[in-house]
């Protein structure tokens, strides 16, 4: 599971989950190349990082709603019936988007709605992906060049 690998303390979980909570990227990629599926409507990608870094290259389709936003963004994302969360790394920041999320909606025994978190988030992603202009927009690669610095 995810959680063992992230900053989220244990007190910080929800008591019983009843969905799984990570997604590879090769079955989000899956996702984005099935034409039948609808961005928004069959699946939402929502992207945590910051304004600067989304901009810098992100997921096809994906929405860029920073982790202090996600209460204010809760009726659009109920839209969709499975709602993948990520930031850089998937370590942090979308892990937490994912619970803040499950918290407004009631907790995930109250919805049937799949609630997921990107492995490796946009770190990994762009290693696979990222000149698949099919998979990945506006990827800046003079940018990515320094990944430590980011």
Known sequence: MLW????????????????????????????LKDKSKVPGKDYQVVDVRIDEDFATG?????TNITIDKIANSVEELQK???VIFHCARSEVRGP?????????????ENTKQNVLVLRGGFTEWRKK????????????????????EH
Request: charged content about 35%; aromatic content about 8%; glycine content about 4%.
């Open 4 to 31: 063992r690998n992230c900053a989220i303390e244990s007190k910080d979980l929800p008591k019983e989950r009843k969905i799984e909570i990570t997604m590879a990227n090769d079955e989000l990629a899956a996702i």
């Open 58 to 62: 992100h997921i096809r389709g994906a």
């Open 80 to 82: 969709a019936p499975t």
């Open 96 to 108: 937490k988007a994912a619970l803040e999320f499950e918290k407004q909606i009631g907790g995930s």
């Open 129 to 148: 992906y990222a000149n698949d202009e099919s998979l990945t927009e506006d990827y800046n690669e003079e940018f990515w060049k320094n990944e430590s």
